[in-house]
């Protein structure tokens, strides 16, 4: 999980893929407060850098962005990072608040991921987003 507004905030991994790890991330993404301003482009690049991190031949990685805000920043910055790693790792974003698609249909373009509409129904659009993966 990476947290963001206009910079990063944090970044938590469950310890393991036990349903006590994961109940523990949840609890802190739950607990988690986020202050305002959005930089979708910086959190992008630093999933990428992370995912990056790891030997992917035997996943099937993808980053899955929720935002509820308009990014103020430049998309080049992240275009930039995903140039220099050339991974093959789709960006599906969840909209939800005041979220441009516009922005994020520019990373789904680029990383052949999807945009979702959660701004009705979140949890629909996060299953949407599984099926995909």
Known sequence: MVFFDD???DVQAAADDSDEALAELNQKVADFQIAGGTDIY????????IASGYDL???TPAIILMTD???NYNYSNFE???NR???DIPIFSITF???DPGQLEELAKISGGRVFDGTKDLTAAFRSVKGYN
Do not use: F, M, P
Request: glycine fraction near 8%.
């Open 80 to 82: 930039e990072v995903w």
């Open 97 to 99: 608040g005041d979220a």
């Open 69 to 71: 805000g308009r990014s």
């Open 42 to 49: 910086r959190a992008a690049a630093e999933a990428l850098e």
């Open 57 to 59: 031949k035997n996943y």
């Open 7 to 9: 910079t990063i905030l």
């Open 85 to 87: 790693y050339e991974e």
